[in-house]
């Protein structure tokens, strides 16, 4: 039966918490078990300390302490750092999966669970021999531990220790590198198998081993909070902590989270909502409320739109969506001289459809001539070499790219930057320069291997505090700190006691025998227990809050917390600067049309009018446009000019349906090849020649279709092509502005009528587009009006679409054309011609008050007016409550 660990660990004394100074004054050691408990004792003895002036305590984490033994120890090997040893396994593993059969992510995470396997192994002195024969993973690391120490031996590394193997290499000689006759242990819960040898060493070497008795737990019971839900817990919190600040502004604060509180993000905003002063606006100081675990190096903004940058070295094609985000970058060289000039660029090429972007054609061209430093950065990163390198000749390659690029200050007239983000770029310089280590494990690299490395690097930044007594940290390193107040979020009985995990690699029978921390069901609850008692004694006040409901899961209180009285959190716990009384005003008065004003448009400003007055203010007034999206192929708006300019050539020949009718096919298709390279030639749009002779393939289908179906019509004349009106509207306002629109074709039957026709390409309308008081569709009742149709004329669209050929429009009785639906009150249409031409005259002038008058408040006629309306970003929308998704299924 494999011995506990208490049954072989040293015999150790006990000494009180309030004698630990006078014994580090007389000489002792003190070791703690985290690197963050060794700051806090500093802190309270140099805090305790009545002599201004004293030694800097011998305080020393575990770890940091046999590492320092390490150094001092010029008999054993160099040890390799974190990167190099992750360098060394990465090439262990993939040379052992040679298939291929694994990526370079997953060969990266399996470099580090088998770190983590062989590291435990050490601590808890395994013998390689409990890998054999116990299962895939474990033969696996079998493999990878012995080729790891046969590459140790080479030449190129000189034998180089793992950080793993430095203990059992210290052991034979600590005791001749330990000058202290007493060392105090404090914060472990239990000690390793190598951990008890290394204090058996100690104790023969003469040395007193005493443990510093934990303090009892504190006489208050902690105050327990039952919140309704995760943002409410979120309130609670911020808000008693503001009121402790408060009242004391030097308090020691600590959050402790569970890890219930998987994403921190929401704290951290309610914290900084809270607590960051108001009087604190200068741009150049990114203050975060208090202290968190830092943010990935990776995950800040520049350093993100720097590795895009980088991944587009070499490339010398890439997407239009990836140039237009290149030209946004404000960090990328002559942004602020040119970002105008950046954005008009922008601009032209997605008016010109430009999917993707030759960067080298695109310097050859006059669209650069006044972007002289985007010229210059996309030079340097056309001109980037790819070919493989040692890692120290990347490093200097990627920092002289970063300099060329703007993104590293190279000299005097550079853009001066935050406080936070030379933080963040002197971060990533360290982070590039740690690389140059990596020529001892490696001879040459790729660069997307070595840009991978730098996408997953692993460095912690850390912000400028507000507050920096208030710390938020996991709930299970609050072992041995001491601070004021304690708050713990979270607290639920699903996470806390914390549940059994095991380690990857390393099989769960070998985890179990040898009682690896946290390896089995019961190893957890001890710990848990043992978190619980540290945290009763690390603060006199101590609150603990819960969330009844969090995201889709009803949580209950954690069974450690029972007991205590509980009370709801108050709804109201919010921050000071929430708390004040808000005022409301006014922010859409109406602004009416001024004299000088020359505002028009086409039918587009009565349709935005009617969608939403904000709408039509900002796009017609303010000349607001969204941007347009680039796309493979043809646009369609280019392919409905060309099939117009191509109807109007053959109606501009046949002007009557008879001519139409006594074309036999090879005539016809004839007269469409005629139409179709008319209308390229007038059109002059930029396409392929592959796209467009697709594009003219699809024309002749359907140009074909659609005269077979305008051939069975009744007899009819053009009375007009492309025949233009102006109109003032509105008609009787003291203020008017003009619509101008463009008639496709009116034709003349037999009969006298006029039948007005709008070519259409897209998707079908219903009729109920056409009528009520905000017309959602109001081209063809503006065509009726402006033509000046009568009781017996009708208005139509001509659906020129493949599969959905044919009429869409209304008259005052049936005239012979199908889909051309009478005014007859039946299927859905209306009941009167006469009296729907009135109400359109009516409605479209209203319209055109409401724009003439400056109406411009946000206010959509239905949640489908949102849908493509591209405005988002200064209509606010979200502010007013409108839900502009309640439509999107319909």
């Known amino acids: 039966m494999q011995p506990s660990l208490f049954d072989v660990t040293p015999p150790i004394g006990e000494i009180a918490a309030a004698d630990v100074t006078a014994a580090l004054e007389k000489g002792a050691l003190l070791l703690t078990a985290s690197a963050t408990h060794a700051i806090d004792w500093k802190r309270r003895i140099t805090t305790a300390s009545v002599s201004p002036v004293s030694p800097t305590p011998c305080v020393s984490s575990w770890q940091e302490w046999i590492s320092e033994l390490v150094e001092s120890d010029t008999s054993l090997p160099v040890t390799l750092n974190r990167m190099q040893e992750m360098q060394l396994w990465e090439q262990v593993i993939r040379a052992d999966l040679s298939d291929g059969s694994?990526?370079?992510?997953?060969?990266?995470?399996?470099?580090?669970?088998?770190?983590?396997?062989?590291?435990?192994?050490?601590?808890?002195?395994?013998?390689?021999?409990?890998?054999?024969h116990a299962g895939e993973e474990a033969e696996s690391l079998l493999r990878w531990v012995r080729e790891m120490k046969t590459s140790l031996q080479e030449e190129r590394l000189n034998g180089r220790l793992l950080a793993a193997d430095q203990v059992e290499l210290l052991l034979p000689r600590i005791h001749q590198l330990i000058d202290f006759k007493m060392i105090l242990l404090d914060g472990f819960e239990a000690f390793s198998p190598q951990q008890d040898a290394i204090m058996q060493a100690f104790l023969r070497a003469g040395v007193r081993l005493q443990k510093v008795r934990p303090e009892p737990p504190s006489d208050v019971v902690p105050a327990v909070i039952s919140c309704p839900d995760e943002l409410a817990e979120l309130n609670h919190i911020s808000g008693r902590i503001t009121d402790i600040l408060s009242q004391s502004p030097q308090a020691r604060i600590a959050l402790l989270t569970s890890d219930a509180i998987s994403d921190l993000s929401p704290l951290k905003r309610k914290l900084t909502e809270a607590l960051i002063p108001e009087d604190v606006d200068n741009p150049a100081i990114a203050l975060q409320a208090v202290t968190m675990p830092g943010e990935r190096l990776t995950e800040g903004a520049m350093i993100k739109q720097l590795l895009f940058v980088l991944g587009l070295a070499g490339e010398s094609n890439i997407s239009f969506?990836?140039?237009?985000?290149?030209?946004?970058?404000?960090?990328?060289?002559?942004?602020?001289?040119?970002r105008f000039a950046r954005a008009e660029l922008d601009r032209v090429l997605r008016q010109q459809n430009r999917h993707h972007i030759s960067l080298s054609s695109l310097l050859e061209s006059q669209l650069l001539d006044n972007l002289p430093e985007l010229a210059a950065a996309l030079t340097s990163l056309i001109q980037w070499k790819a070919?493989?390198?040692?890692?120290?000749?990347?490093?200097?390659?990627?920092?002289?790219?970063?300099?060329?690029?703007?993104?590293?200050?190279?000299?005097?007239?550079?853009v001066l930057r935050s406080n936070d983000e030379i933080r963040l770029i002197n971060s990533f310089r360290d982070a590039l320069g740690s690389l140059v280590s990596l020529d001892a494990v490696n001879e040459t690299m790729s660069w997307s291997r070595l840009l991978s490395m730098l996408r997953s690097a692993d460095a912690k930044v850390r912000a400028e505090v507000c507050h920096p007594n208030v710390v938020v940290m996991p709930l299970d390193q609050v072992v041995g700190l001491r601070f004021d107040y304690i708050f713990v979020a979270g607290l639920e009985e699903q996470v806390f006691p914390m549940n059994a995990r095991t380690l990857a690699l390393l099989p769960l029978p070998v985890q179990q025998k040898y009682a690896i921390s946290m390896s089995q069901a019961t190893l957890a609850f001890e710990s848990s227990r043992f978190i619980w008692q540290q945290l009763l004694a690390a603060a006199p006040h101590i609150e603990i809050s819960y969330a009844l409901q969090r995201g889709e899961q009803e949580s209950r209180l954690s069974p450690f917390a029972r007991g205590a009285v509980e009370r709801e959190c108050e709804s109201e716990a919010v921050s000071q600067r929430d708390r004040?009384?808000?005022?409301?005003?006014?922010?859409?008065?109406?602004?009416?049309?001024?004299?000088?004003?020359?505002?028009?448009?086409?039918?587009?400003l009565i349709k935005d009018q009617s969608a939403c007055p904000f709408k039509?203010?900002?796009?017609?007034?303010?000349?607001?446009?969204?941007?347009?999206?680039?796309s493979p192929g043809i646009e369609p708006s280019t392919k409905g000019s060309l099939l117009h300019l191509a109807l109007e050539f053959i109606w501009t020949r046949l002007q009557t349906a008879e001519r139409l009718q006594v074309l036999d096919e090879e005539s016809r298709r004839d007269l469409i090849d005629e139409a179709i390279t008319s209308a390229w030639q007038q059109n002059r749009a930029s396409v392929p020649a592959s796209l467009r002779e697709i594009e003219v393939r699809r024309m002749q289908s359907v140009l074909f279709e659609w005269l077979e179906l305008e051939s069975s019509r009744p007899p009819f004349q053009l009375l007009?092509?492309?025949?233009?009106?102006?109109?003032?509207?509105?008609?009787?306002?003291?203020?008017?502005?003009?619509?101008?629109?463009?008639?496709?074709?009116?034709d003349r039957d037999a009969h006298g009528r006029r039948i007005l026709i709008d070519y259409k390409t897209g998707a079908k309308q219903s009729v109920s587009k056409w009528v009520g008081e905000r017309i959602e569709e109001p081209?063809?009742?503006?065509?009726?009006?402006?033509?000046?149709l009568g009781e017996d004329d009708a208005v139509s669209y001509a659906r020129v679409r493949s599969g959905e050929m044919g009429f869409e429009g209304l008259a005052a009785e049936d005239i012979g054309i199908r889909g051309i639906t009478p005014c007859d009150g039946k299927r859905n249409s209306p009941d009167d011609w006469s009296l729907l031409l009135q109400s359109w005259r009516e409605n479209i002038n209203a319209l055109a008050e409401e724009f003439a008058q400056g109406r411009c408040d946000v206010s959509p006629r239905d949640e489908q007016a949102c849908n493509y309306c591209g405005l988002e970003a200064v209509c606010r929308i979200e502010e007013t409550g409108f839900d502009r998704d309640a439509g999107d299924e319909s």
């Open 102 to 132: 694994q990526s370079l992510s997953s060969i990266r995470g399996l470099a580090r669970h088998a770190r983590e396997a062989w590291a435990i192994m050490q601590q808890y002195r395994i013998p390689l021999s409990e890998l054999e």
């Open 321 to 338: 969506s990836d140039f237009s985000r290149l030209l946004f970058l404000p960090w990328l060289k002559g942004y602020e001289s040119e």
């Open 387 to 414: 070919s493989r390198q040692r890692p120290s000749e990347w490093v200097k390659r990627v920092h002289k790219l970063l300099q060329d690029t703007g993104f590293v200050p190279s000299g005097f007239g550079e």
């Open 580 to 604: 004040l009384e808000l005022e409301f005003y006014e922010d859409a008065p109406a602004l009416p049309l001024q004299d000088q004003e020359q505002r028009g448009g086409g039918t587009a």
């Open 616 to 630: 039509a203010f900002a796009r017609h007034r303010l000349m607001i446009r969204e941007l347009g999206d680039s």
């Open 720 to 746: 007009s092509i492309e025949k233009p009106y102006r109109l003032l509207l509105p008609e009787q306002g003291s203020r008017q502005f003009p619509i101008s629109i463009k008639a496709d074709r009116i």
């Open 779 to 788: 081209q063809l009742p503006l065509y009726a009006m402006a033509a000046d």
